[in-house]
């Protein structure tokens, strides 16, 4: 195992807040100064880590694990107040429905603009991806619908189709190019700004890409798809935890092989524009690089099977490109010694969830006592209820007389004495997600797997917050030693 340096080497607390729910003035949070403030918050408040979900440009559904691209970030959280600030919009105190049409015509107008060469840099250093997302957005808008139903010249990416498909769309292909600048100038801004506050931003990656994307598109002799497009074998998991029948998530296979054959080139660029992004990376579904759950295409979750998965050699080609790893392994699930060697071997922390740690006995891997210093501790993640919403509607009796007597009786209401349980825990890390901070109950949490509807939109409002809570928040991560000489 290698030993973890630098800044995940010491005790630190975060909070888990994904952008789109910040307060604002639109209809989900974005980068503009409500993000800021959340950063002077944290570290007012005795935190060292805001961790994130995958930023990128979602589908219809708004679910950040299913994205239009693997590399882009989503338009949506561009602030509208910074493109004016930056000089792209005139006028921001009249409202735009389409702030980002405006700047970009402002953005050609310009055409002597210094932040041309700015533009044209970005694009140089992003053209592995950038090119053909910005081609993937301009087809999808001009036919609607998935790649797969486009024209058969458009779905296969015939050069002369390509050729004829710039030529009309050249100009929202530059659109495109154009917000994603935008989009990670805005980004670094506010990364640059948490970092000198002592917060390091930590962010979340699939495994799996959405079928619908402009990866899958561009690339499609490194998934398990037919000639049409269509999955041969698709991404799941077998019945756990979040549902009783498993869940069929649809995602095409990777054809690992062809991956390995060219040292997963691919995935050492997706991890690039990752470690661009932030200072720590979880990678979601960790377990499925031992072995993947592989579904029939329009089978059920339950029919599906294990296979290998490419393990310590996809690590070590990694590793070898990116050097020591700042990732942090998801590793719910069904977990087997091979999930935990693989995680081990590279020195990643893994998880551990509070609320998984009660309905069994003192085995349990998510007590508090059976922690390990390498790990992250959550009350709850984004797929869970709500702290609060656990106690009240998830627990029945005999699981909240054992949590209560685990925990010495407390007198705090919920969700306080799981907060103090992570922030107490050995686990060098400790994240709450925000919702517990704030004693919001089931109504409030982010997601509910293996629906579809009612999830990701949860915001919250600055009148949330009590006056006492950062004070309070701080004193509490002091105590437990996760403020390093008086900073987060």
């Known amino acids: 195992m290698t030993p973890p340096t630098g800044p995940q080497a010491r005790r630190r607390a975060g909070i888990l807040l994904h952008p789109t729910s910040l307060p604002g003035p639109g209809g989900g949070g974005d980068l503009g100064p409500d993000a800021y403030r959340f950063a002077d918050f944290l570290h007012a408040a005795g935190f060292s880590v805001w961790q994130t979900l995958p930023l ?3 589908h219809e559904d ?10 882009a970030g989503n338009p949506d959280l561009v602030a509208p107040r910074i493109l004016h ?8 105190s009249e409202p735009d429905e389409d702030p980002l049409r405006t700047a970009y015509q402002a953005f050609c107008r310009n055409a002597g603009h210094p932040d041309r060469a700015a533009f044209q840099a970005f694009a140089s250093e992003q053209e592995h991806w950038l090119d053909d997302f910005a081609l993937f957005m301009a087809i999808r808008e001009e036919h609607g619908g998935p790649w797969w139903h486009w024209p058969p010249a458009l779905r296969d990416r015939a050069p002369e189709a390509l050729a004829d498909a710039h030529r009309r769309r050249g100009d929202e292909v530059d659109f495109h190019r154009f917000v994603q600048w935008q989009f990670f100038r805005q980004w670094d801004g506010l990364k640059a700004y948490a970092n000198q506050r002592g917060i390091l931003l930590f962010g979340d990656m699939p495994i799996f890409v959405a079928h619908d994307s402009s990866e899958v598109w561009a690339h499609r002799d490194l998934f398990a798809l037919d000639a049409e497009g269509q999955p041969e074998t698709v991404a799941g998991v077998p019945p756990d935890y979040f549902s009783e029948t498993g869940q069929y998530w649809g995602n095409p296979h990777y054809r690992w092989d062809r991956l390995a054959a060219d040292d997963y080139q691919w995935w050492i660029q997706r991890l690039r524009t990752q470690l661009r992004l932030f200072d720590w990376v979880r ?25 290998p998965g490419p393990g310590h050699d996809f690590f070590r080609e990694v590793e070898k490109a990116l050097g020591q790893l700042p990732l942090v ?4 699930g069904v977990i087997t010694p091979e999930v935990n060697a693989l995680r081990d071997d590279f020195g990643l922390p893994g998880m551990k969830i509070l609320q998984f740690g009660f309905d069994s006995d003192a085995e349990n891997p998510y007590l508090p006592h059976n922690h390990c210093p390498n790990s ?9 209820n709500t702290t609060l919403g656990w106690w009240q509607e998830d627990c029945p009796e005999w699981v909240q007389e054992r949590v209560l007597e685990y925990l010495g009786r407390p007198g705090e209401p919920m969700p306080w004495p799981l907060i103090r349980a992570a922030l107490a825990s050995v686990a060098r890390t400790a994240v709450v997600p925000m919702q517990d901070l704030l004693e919001l109950g089931a109504a409030y949490r982010m997601n509910e797997p293996a629906t579809v509807e009612g999830n990701w939109g949860w915001r919250f409002d600055w009148q949330d917050i009590p006056e006492d809570m950062a004070s309070r928040a701080r004193y509490l991560n002091g105590l437990y030693g996760r403020v390093e000489d008086g900073h987060p």
């Open 56 to 58: 990128g440009p979602t």
């Open 376 to 384: 992250v501790v959550y009350t709850g993640t984004h797929d869970n």
């Open 329 to 332: 392994a998801e590793d719910l």
């Open 85 to 92: 600030e930056d000089g792209w919009l005139e006028d921001f």
């Open 283 to 307: 990678i979601d579904h960790f377990r499925g690089f031992a072995a993947f759950w592989e579904i029939p295409a329009g089978a059920s979750a339950t029919e599906g099977r294990w296979i």
């Open 62 to 71: 708004g679910s950040p694990y299913q994205c239009l691209s693997a590399h």
